[in-house]
Nanobody, 115 residues
Framework: QVQLVESGGGLVQAGGSLRLSCAAS????????MGWYRQAPGKERELVAT???????NYADSVKGRFTISRDNAKNTVSLQMNSLKPEDTAVYYC?????????WGRGTQVTVSS
């Protein structure tokens, strides 16, 4: 059974930082592209960042230079370091694991940035 469990969300003031983590089980973690997505109220889910098994990262333009995605294939974890947070970063953040037709999601963690 595949499980992706996010942690690290919370309430932070604008300009602050948070670090999200996702622990994966039930998959051969190193094979998967791991990613973070977010969904704000009334909006569609959007890509935040992805990272390949080899460590190549891709970011949405809105978070480039502020967010950093990383993975630890030995611990089956993927993290998202979020700096210089803005109120528009407020959303539920979801962990994703993708490999060909396989697509797995966590339940999400709430990030709220106050102005």
């Amino acid at each position: 059974q595949v499980q992706l469990v996010e942690s690290g969300g919370g309430l932070v003031q604008a300009g602050g930082s948070l670090r999200l983590s996702c622990a994966a089980s039930g998959i051969i973690f190193s094979f998967y592209v791991m990613g973070w997505y977010r969904q704000a109220p009334g909006k569609e889910r959007e890509l935040v960042a992805t990272i390949t098994s080899g460590g190549a990262a891709n970011y949405a333009d809105s978070v480039k230079g502020r967010f950093t995605i990383s993975r630890d294939n030995a611990k089956n974890t993927v993290s998202l370091q979020m700096n210089s947070l803005k109120p528009e970063d407020t959303a539920v953040y979801y962990c994703n694991a993708a490999l060909r037709r396989a697509d797995h999601w966590g339940r999400g963690t709430q990030v709220t940035v106050s102005s």
